[in-house]
């Protein structure tokens, strides 16, 4: 988990370390089998845990020839994150409405 948490993919995922712990299952589905195993010099067998523990979450582990940013954008952190923010821009133009400025 620190390894992952550590990471570069982490990095862009979120700021703080409570936001990547937040979303690890989406940072641990940005790496590769190589990357585990040559980066974090993980056995086969951890290896093999990360990809079970993400096919419990219905996920798994970046095929090499998959690009990274296409990845990225399917992951559920982005779709919460682009739903939040068009709800928060709703209720500021709600919020602007419902009080319009009185004439004087």
């Known amino acids: 988990m620190d390894l ?4 570069d993919y982490a990095q ?3 700021r ?14 940005l790496h590769t ?9 993980l056995a086969r067998v951890h290896v093999r845990q990360v990809e ?3 096919g419990f979450h219905g996920r798994r582990l970046r095929l090499p020839h998959e690009s990274i940013d296409v990845v ?8 919460r994150r682009i739903r939040g923010s068009r709800v928060a821009s709703k209720r ?4 602007v409405k ?7």
Not at 4 to 7: E, F, I, N, P, R
Not at 33 to 41: A, I, K
């Open 4 to 7: 992952l948490l550590a990471s």
């Open 12 to 14: 862009l995922v979120g």
């Open 16 to 29: 703080t370390p409570s936001e990547r712990l937040d979303y690890i299952v989406d940072i641990a589905s």
């Open 33 to 41: 089998r190589d990357e585990l195993s040559r980066r974090f010099e």
């Open 52 to 54: 079970r523990w993400l």
């Open 72 to 79: 990225m954008c399917g992951l559920e952190f982005r779709k």
């Open 92 to 95: 500021r133009r709600t919020a």
């Open 98 to 104: 419902a009080f319009p400025k009185k004439a004087d």
